[in-house]
C-alpha cells in the first residue's frame, strides 16, 4: 500500500529546499502565494499516475511472491499432518521428518527474505517517483512565482488562514497537467551484494 504522508512528507522537503526563503524576501513588501502540496499530488494527472502505476508495480511483486506462499502454506499444512499426535522427541528421532522441517524452514526464510527484498524495493521505486515528480513540479512553482510576482510559496498546511486569491493550488495544478501529465515509475532493484 502506497504510504501518502510518508510520500508527500518527502516531497515537501524537496520543494521547501528548493524555494528556501533568502533575507532578502523576508523585507516588506513579499508577496506570498499558498499551494497544497497533498492537493498537487493527489488532484494531478501525474500524482494520480504514479499511484497507479505504483499500485501495479506493487500488484506485480505480490503475484511473484505468491507461488512461494501458497507452496509454504502448502508444505506447512503437510508437516502439521505428518507431526499431529507425536511429541517433540518422536519428530526428532525420525530423520526424515527432521530433514522436512529444515527444507521447510530454509524455504520460510527464503520466502520472508525475498519479501523484504520488495518492500524495500517497492519504497525505492516510489522514492524515485516522488523525485521525478518534484522535478517537474519545481518549474511549474517558478511559473506560478513569476505570474503572481511572488517571492514565497508556503504549504497551506503551513499556514493558519490563506484567502482565496493566495491559494494558487489549482494553477499549479492545470500548469502541471499540461505539462507533465505522466512520469515515467520503473521498478527499483536492491544492489546485488556479492559473496565474501
Same mark, same amino acid.
Given at each position: 500500500?502506497?504510504?501518502?504522508?510518508?510520500? $508527500? %512528507? *518527502?516531497?515537501?522537503?524537496?520543494?521547501? #529546499? /528548493?524555494?528556501?526563503?533568502?533575507?532578502?524576501?523576508?523585507? +516588506?513588501? !513579499?508577496?506570498?502565494?499558498?499551494?497544497?502540496?497533498?492537493?498537487?499530488?493527489?488532484?494531478?494527472?501525474?500524482?494520480?499516475?504514479?499511484?497507479?502505476?505504483?499500485?501495479?508495480?506493487?500488484?506485480?511483486?505480490?503475484?511473484?511472491?505468491?507461488? $512461494? %506462499? *501458497?507452496?509454504?502454506?502448502?508444505?506447512? #499444512? /503437510?508437516?502439521?499432518?505428518?507431526?499431529?499426535?507425536?511429541? +517433540?522427541? !518422536?519428530?526428532?528421532?525420525?530423520?526424515?521428518?527432521?530433514?522436512?522441517?529444515?527444507?521447510?524452514?530454509?524455504?520460510?526464510?527464503?520466502?520472508?527474505?525475498?519479501?523484504?527484498?520488495?518492500?524495500?524495493?517497492?519504497?525505492?521505486?516510489?522514492?524515485? %517517483?516522488?523525485?521525478?515528480?518534484?522535478?517537474?513540479?519545481?518549474?511549474?512553482?517558478?511559473?506560478?512565482?513569476?505570474?503572481?510576482?511572488?517571492?514565497?510559496?508556503?504549504?497551506?498546511?503551513?499556514?493558519?488562514?490563506?484567502?482565496?486569491?493566495?491559494?494558487?493550488?489549482?494553477?499549479?495544478?492545470?500548469?502541471?497537467?499540461?505539462?507533465?501529465?505522466?512520469?515515467?515509475?520503473?521498478?527499483?532493484?536492491?544492489?546485488?551484494?556479492?559473496?565474501?
Amino acid at each position: 500500500m502506497i504510504r501518502v504522508k510518508s510520500i $508527500l %512528507a *518527502t516531497l515537501a522537503l524537496a520543494v521547501s #529546499a /528548493a524555494f528556501a526563503v533568502s533575507p532578502a524576501a523576508t523585507a +516588506q513588501g !513579499t508577496k506570498v502565494v499558498v499551494i497544497d502540496r497533498v492537493q498537487i499530488f493527489t488532484q494531478s494527472q501525474a500524482g494520480q499516475d504514479i499511484r497507479t502505476k505504483i499500485q501495479a508495480i506493487e500488484t506485480t511483486m505480490q503475484g511473484e511472491l505468491q507461488p $512461494l %506462499a *501458497t507452496a509454504l502454506q502448502t508444505d506447512g #499444512a /503437510a508437516l502439521r499432518t505428518k507431526s499431529e499426535g507425536k511429541t +517433540q522427541e !518422536t519428530v526428532r528421532a525420525d530423520a526424515a521428518l527432521m530433514s522436512e522441517i529444515e527444507a521447510y524452514s530454509r524455504k520460510a526464510n527464503d520466502f520472508e527474505r525475498k519479501r523484504q527484498i520488495a518492500a524495500q524495493e517497492l519504497a525505492l521505486t516510489e522514492r524515485k %517517483a516522488l523525485v521525478d515528480f518534484n522535478n517537474a513540479l519545481i518549474p511549474v512553482l517558478q511559473q506560478v512565482i513569476a505570474e503572481n510576482s511572488a517571492n514565497v510559496i508556503l504549504d497551506k498546511s503551513q499556514v493558519v488562514y490563506v484567502d482565496d486569491a493566495t491559494d494558487v493550488t489549482q494553477s499549479a495544478i492545470t500548469k502541471l497537467n499540461a505539462s507533465t501529465p505522466t512520469v515515467q515509475v520503473v521498478r527499483q532493484s536492491l544492489p546485488t551484494q556479492q559473496p565474501q
